[in-house]
């Protein structure tokens, strides 16, 4: 499975100030954290940037990629941030999130096919939560239509069906994970020439629970989602035991080779 560390956030206290101070060291050493506990790519969330975010998205992409060798999802609502961001990216970016209206669509499949990014596109539209299997389906064929109109190739889209907080909308998680099963078919629904690969806001399903529940929810979720097919999630790599969990998940599916010492 693929990694996607979560914790650079402007919504988490320390970043934010970081942010705000132009201080890059609490940000990079988390991003460093990040990728000693095993992510593949660091998501970078700036909000939504209103105010300087093109030199914002630059300032932190060139801070983290000067001191830590992993690529990065790019996360804000300000367009012109990404595609300042996908100006100074080494290597293949990430574009997070990319909703089901088709405004951003013709905005953002262009910007991935023009720098060669990677995209994330969510079961979600500014209508809100889809309310069931078949509102998330279609969303995402949309989704897969225009990556397709704009030659975005179907490896380099991940969908995401939302997971959304079991504590308040149990219903609403079970058809996360039956939208995930019908994803993994859109290549056989739609004749595509690949499969779209998959993705998952983990953290999500246990906001709204208790703090001692959490780390519990969010590994199982995410074995219930491997048993479907999940091709990478965004998820805290440093929390020990949800990473241990994908380590011994890949283990009994034969992935990896076993050792009394994979945890290590």
């Known amino acids: ?3 996607i ?6 919504t988490a206290k320390a970043i934010g100030a970081a942010i705000k101070d132009r201080d890059p060291k609490p940000i990079v050493d988390l991003a460093k954290a990040q990728a000693d506990a095993g992510a593949d790519y660091i998501d970078v969330n700036i909000g939504p ?37 996908l100006k100074v990216h080494k290597g293949t970016a990430i574009i997070n999130s990319v909703t089901g209206d088709q405004d951003k669509l013709d ?13 994330i596109g969510i079961a979600l ?3 809100g939560v889809p309310p069931d299997v078949d509102s998330r389906l279609e969303i995402v064929m949309n989704i897969v ?3 397709m109109e704009h030659e975005v190739p179907m490896e380099d889209l991940y969908l995401d069906p939302i997971a959304l907080p079991v504590a308040v909308l149990q219903e609403q998680v079970h058809n996360c994970i039956k939208a995930l099963t019908v994803f993994k078919q859109l290549q056989e629904l739609m004749g595509l020439p690949a499969q ?13 629970s208790p703090p001692e529940l959490k780390s519990l929810i969010n590994r199982s979720m995410l074995m219930v989602l491997l048993s479907g097919g999940l091709d990478s999630a965004i998820i805290d790599p440093l929390d020990k035991d949800l990473m241990a969990a994908v380590k011994t998940f890949d283990i009994l599916n034969n992935k990896i080779l076993y050792a009394h010492s994979y945890l290590d």
């Not at 779209?196 to 709204?208: A, D, E, R, W």
């Open 145 to 147: 239509s225009s990556a």
């Open 49 to 85: 940037a209103t105010k300087n975010g093109e030199d914002l998205m630059q300032w932190i992409v060139k801070s983290i990629q000067a001191e830590v060798d992993r690529p990065l999802v790019l996360d804000t609502k300000n367009v012109s941030a990404i595609e300042a961001g």
């Open 107 to 119: 905005i953002l499949m262009p910007l991935a096919k023009k720098y060669n990014a990677k995209i």
């Open 125 to 127: 539209t500014d209508k």
């Open 196 to 208: 779209p690969k998959t993705t998952i806001g983990l953290s999500n399903v246990s906001q709204s």
């Open 5 to 10: 560390g979560e914790n650079i956030s402007i």
């Open 1 to 3: 499975m693929i990694v």
